[in-house]
């Protein structure tokens, strides 16, 4: 299958040449895309000229980490590339890892595969404790957003995805920020694609994050919170109604119920100097537990409903049945 190789570059000229030197010979094309970089990186690749698998493409303006990385899902999709993997410029991913981040997606196991620095607890330690905290977290919430509840590490950029899934993809719609890898999942998620966490080992040295944690903190909350509700709605009403759905219409007006019951009582018994009685207790309770467990169970559905056949094989099962079905009207 021929792989090509995404680099997205912005200030990292003293880092860009030994990351593509470090790329194996299983890549047959390698797009390296200058983001409007203030160091000339894209120059500074076409001068040294260090692969002949190399093409540089340039941005006349910063348009961001996901909006480098869509230039080169397209120039790599023109290209005939059937995987794409991105990797930072940075160095802070090991390119002899590519052959095992796209194993999956070679087997046809998954549509899109990325690293996953949780598996490796010794690496843990080389991490900043800021980023381990920050990706805990961001886990939680992108679990909830994207429906992929057995990922960890959405952050990380070290990520391949076949040609298959790409086309599917509303690549315009792609964030263009440091939440492209999230936002990616969550559209992912919406075409019923295959994840797969493939362990790696992060390297950190004296590199410098343009990620600032205190400007994109509110963002990525929006962007979690969007999405939640889009996947919940696209997924459970309009593409589909099951008994999830309606566990979900039961759980949420009961908690709200029983919690705004409960609390407008409470407060008019304090007011009156008044003991709640065992009617009105149960009356604010009841609601709020029965409604936890109706959403415990929306959440255990909505767990087991994790894509699980890859895009590929679901589209190559619809080919045949499509050819079974011409060939029995010809028979008739």
Same mark, same amino acid.
């Given at each position: 299958?021929? =792989?090509? #190789?995404?680099?997205?570059?912005?200030?990292?000229? &003293?880092?860009?040449?030994?990351?593509?030197?470090?790329?194996?010979?299983?890549?047959?094309?390698?797009?390296?895309? /200058? &983001?409007?970089?203030?160091?000339?990186?894209?120059?500074?690749?076409?001068?040294?000229?260090? &692969?002949?698998?190399?093409? #540089?493409?340039?941005? !006349?303006?910063?348009?961001?980490?996901?909006?480098?990385?869509?230039?080169?899902?397209?120039?790599?999709?023109?290209?005939?590339? !059937?995987?794409?993997?991105?990797? $930072?410029?940075?160095?802070?991913? /090991?390119?002899?890892?590519?052959?095992?981040?796209?194993?999956?997606?070679?087997?046809?196991?998954?549509?899109?595969?990325?690293?996953?620095?949780?598996? /490796?607890?010794?690496?843990?330690?080389?991490?900043?404790?800021?980023?381990?905290?920050?990706?805990?977290?961001?886990?939680?919430?992108? +679990?909830?957003?994207?429906?992929?509840?057995?990922?960890?590490?959405?952050?990380?950029?070290?990520?391949?995805?076949?040609?298959?899934?790409?086309?599917?993809?509303?690549?315009?719609?792609?964030?263009?920020?440091?939440?492209?890898?999230?936002?990616?999942?969550?559209?992912?998620?919406?075409?019923?694609?295959?994840?797969?966490?493939?362990?790696?080992?992060?390297?950190? *040295?004296?590199? !410098?994050?343009?990620?600032?944690?205190?400007?994109?903190?509110?963002?990525?909350?929006?962007?979690?919170?969007?999405?939640?509700? +889009?996947?919940?709605?696209?997924?459970?009403?309009? %593409?589909?109604?099951?008994?999830?759905?309606?566990?979900?219409?039961?759980?949420?007006?009961?908690?709200?119920?029983?919690?705004?019951?409960?609390?407008?009582?409470?407060?008019?018994? $304090?007011?009156?100097?008044?003991?709640?009685?065992?009617?009105?207790?149960?009356?604010?309770?009841?609601? =709020?537990?029965? *409604?936890?467990?109706?959403?415990?169970?929306?959440?255990?559905?909505?767990?087991?409903?994790?894509?699980?056949?890859?895009?590929?094989?679901?589209?190559?099962?619809? %080919?045949?049945?499509?050819?079974?079905? +011409? +060939?029995?009207?010809?028979?008739?």
């Amino acid at each position: 299958m021929t =792989i090509a #190789v995404v680099i997205p570059c912005y200030r990292v000229a &003293d880092k860009v040449l030994s990351v593509i030197a470090g790329i194996g010979p299983e890549v047959q094309q390698i797009y390296v895309i /200058d &983001d409007a970089c203030p160091q000339g990186t894209g120059a500074l690749v076409q001068e040294r000229r260090p &692969d002949p698998r190399v093409r #540089v493409l340039f941005h !006349e303006s910063n348009m961001g980490v996901g909006g480098a990385v869509v230039t080169g899902y397209r120039a790599a999709l023109a290209g005939g590339a !059937e995987i794409v993997v991105k990797v $930072d410029g940075d160095g802070q991913m /090991d390119p002899a890892l590519i052959p095992e981040l796209v194993a999956p997606l070679q087997a046809g196991a998954a549509d899109y595969a990325k690293g996953n620095r949780f598996f /490796d607890l010794e690496g843990l330690a080389s991490m900043p404790g800021v980023r381990l905290f920050g990706n805990a977290v961001l886990s939680f919430f992108t +679990k909830a957003s994207t429906g992929y509840w057995s990922v960890m590490d959405p952050t990380n950029g070290f990520c391949a995805i076949t040609a298959t899934a790409l086309r599917l993809l509303p690549l315009h719609k792609l964030a263009r920020g440091f939440f492209f890898e999230t936002d990616l999942l969550f559209r992912l998620s919406l075409v019923r694609a295959v994840v797969a966490d493939v362990p790696i080992r992060a390297v950190y *040295g004296d590199e !410098e994050s343009n990620l600032r944690i205190h400007r994109v903190i509110l963002p990525f909350l929006g962007g979690h919170f969007r999405n939640f509700w +889009k996947r919940i709605f696209y997924n459970y009403f309009l %593409r589909g109604f099951s008994v999830a759905s309606l566990e979900l219409l039961v759980a949420l007006p009961l908690i709200l119920f029983g919690t705004l019951f409960g609390t407008v009582s409470w407060y008019r018994l $304090d007011q009156a100097n008044e003991t709640a009685t065992a009617g009105t207790v149960m009356l604010a309770a009841l609601p =709020i537990i029965v *409604g936890v467990q109706m959403l415990l169970a929306f959440l255990n559905s909505d767990m087991q409903s994790e894509p699980t056949v890859p895009l590929g094989r679901r589209q190559g099962a619809l %080919r045949q049945a499509g050819q079974a079905a +011409k +060939k029995l009207r010809v028979m008739s």
